[in-house]
T-cell receptor
């Protein structure tokens, strides 16, 4: 299996620009999670989906952040407009039916975002 | 709100020594996970602990779970340089139920093993 695939791996942009991060979960996994990692705040859960439906977006920092999962194999996290404090590594993770399985999360390689 | 606390947050060890990382959490849970992260890399699953008294071992690392004490430990035996990384514990308080497998992570323990 190819694992969780994220793109882009690195993004450098200027304040005010729109940023779109993409994630392809492991085939067959039905839960998808977006995390953000910074030195100051550690790993923060932003939003998660189950069977393509957003379950909890209470971790999304502001209305500038939005996420979609139009189908089982694709999700996006969008920041518009971006600000320097959004600079972080954004991880996507997926898991398979945690009620009947181990609930182990599988992480992508991350998207490192720098907003100048 | 679930809190997951690791200690120590920084650990500098000599090769060959033993040490333990502790993970305390604030609510009932039967599911605890340990992950490893190398600098600039993703998180890699190390152990999945799914019941009270569970013990898992892989090489020089051994993890255990005491759900009554709400405590998990990650024990390092005879440390080697290759174990240098950040180690995270994570808890699922709902056993995959209505939270659909949402994990709450500890702050991470940065382990450095010196020759």
């Amino acid at each position: 299996d190819a694992g969780v695939i994220q793109s882009p791996r690195h993004e450098v942009t200027e304040m005010g620009q729109e940023v779109t991060l993409r994630c392809k979960p492991i085939s067959g996994h039905n839960s998808l999670f977006w995390y953000r990692q910074t030195m100051m705040r550690g790993l923060e859960l932003l939003i998660y989906f189950n069977n393509n439906v957003p379950i909890d977006d209470s971790g999304m920092p502001e209305d500038r952040f939005s996420a979609k999962m139009p189908n089982a194999s694709f999700s996006t996290l969008k920041i518009q407009p971006s600000e320097p404090r959004d600079s972080a590594v954004y991880f996507c993770a997926s898991s398979f039916d945690p009620i009947f399985n181990t609930g182990e999360l599988f992480f992508g390689e991350g998207s490192r975002l720098t907003v100048l | 709100e679930l809190k997951v606390e690791q200690n120590p947050l920084f650990l500098s060890m000599q090769e060959g020594k033993n040490y333990t990382i502790y993970c305390n959490y604030s609510t009932t849970s039967d599911r605890l996970y340990w992950y490893r992260q190398d600098p600039g890399k993703s998180l890699e699953s190390l152990f999945v602990l799914l019941s009270n008294g569970a013990v898992k071992q892989e090489g020089r690392l051994m993890a255990s779970l005491d759900t009554k004490a709400r405590l998990s430990t990650l024990h390092i035996t005879a440390a080697v340089h290759d174990l240098s990384a950040t180690y995270f514990c994570a808890v699922d308080p709902d056993a995959g139920g209505t939270s659909y497998g949402k994990l709450t992570f500890g702050q991470g323990t940065i382990l450095t093993v010196h020759p």
